[in-house]
């Protein structure tokens, strides 16, 4: 967006006298005519625009500040630390998620990418209320409305047991809740892992929406264990 603002600070009025509302460049940045045709000055102005818009809003991917964050506590109460640059969970017998609301809405696709670590990696039941419980989770949160009941829906990237073999499936204590399976072997070892949430929502849902928010959230309330996940590098790249 910088470069779209150093042209705007270079758009003056076409000297010329006309009913046209042209603008012209007062640095020779771009040429688009000598003698500043009404028209084609004011479309290709237009559509120069346009495209750096578009270009400078999914060129990069936006990392996610790990201030601003707000804990939500289901059963028991984690631990949770905020780094410069990390966030850390502890849960013994508890569960609570550490929830990011985005400032606006998330209409478009994107990229999700995060890295994450865990000291423990056990067994879960995905049918089973009473093994629902995973050592580190990547919520997506979505908008509720009148096309989702007013309920709100939501994506969960876990991390399961190699024994689990399902890749996908409904909460046991929500169907607006989506379990994706991250089969990760290796404890106090960071994993790079990245999503697309959108199209899993629209694949899953038959429907678009817009994602509201993220959190990340460790429970060990229904197995009673007790685990320590790390996050890290959590970014949004929109996708064109």
Sequence with gaps: MALISLI????????????????????PMVHFSRSC???TMYLSSLFLLIFLSSLSQFSSAQAIPTTGWEQLNFKGKNIIK???????????????????????PIAQPFKLAWEWKVTNIFPTNPS?????????????????????????????????????????WRNPFSNDSIMFARNI?????????SARPMADYKRIFKRQNRAIG???MSDTDNTHREVEAWYRNIQIQLQP
């Design 214 to 216: 993220i959190a990340v």
């Design 37 to 39: 045709r009404p028209q």
């Design 128 to 168: 089973s209320k009473l093994m629902d419980d995973y050592p580190a989770r990547v919520y997506v949160i979505f908008e509720q409305s009148w096309r989702t009941g007013f309920k709100i829906r939501a994506l969960n990237y876990v991390i399961t047991h190699e024994s689990t073999e399902a890749l996908e």
């Design 8 to 27: 705007l600070r270079n758009i003056k009025p076409c000297p010329f006298s006309t009913p046209y509302p042209l603008i012209r460049l007062s640095r």
């Design 82 to 104: 905020a780094g410069p640059n990390y966030i850390h969970i502890k849960s013994k017998d508890s569960a609570s998620a550490y929830f990011y609301k985005f400032e606006n």
């Design 185 to 193: 072997t290796r404890e106090n070892t960071w994993e790079e892992q």
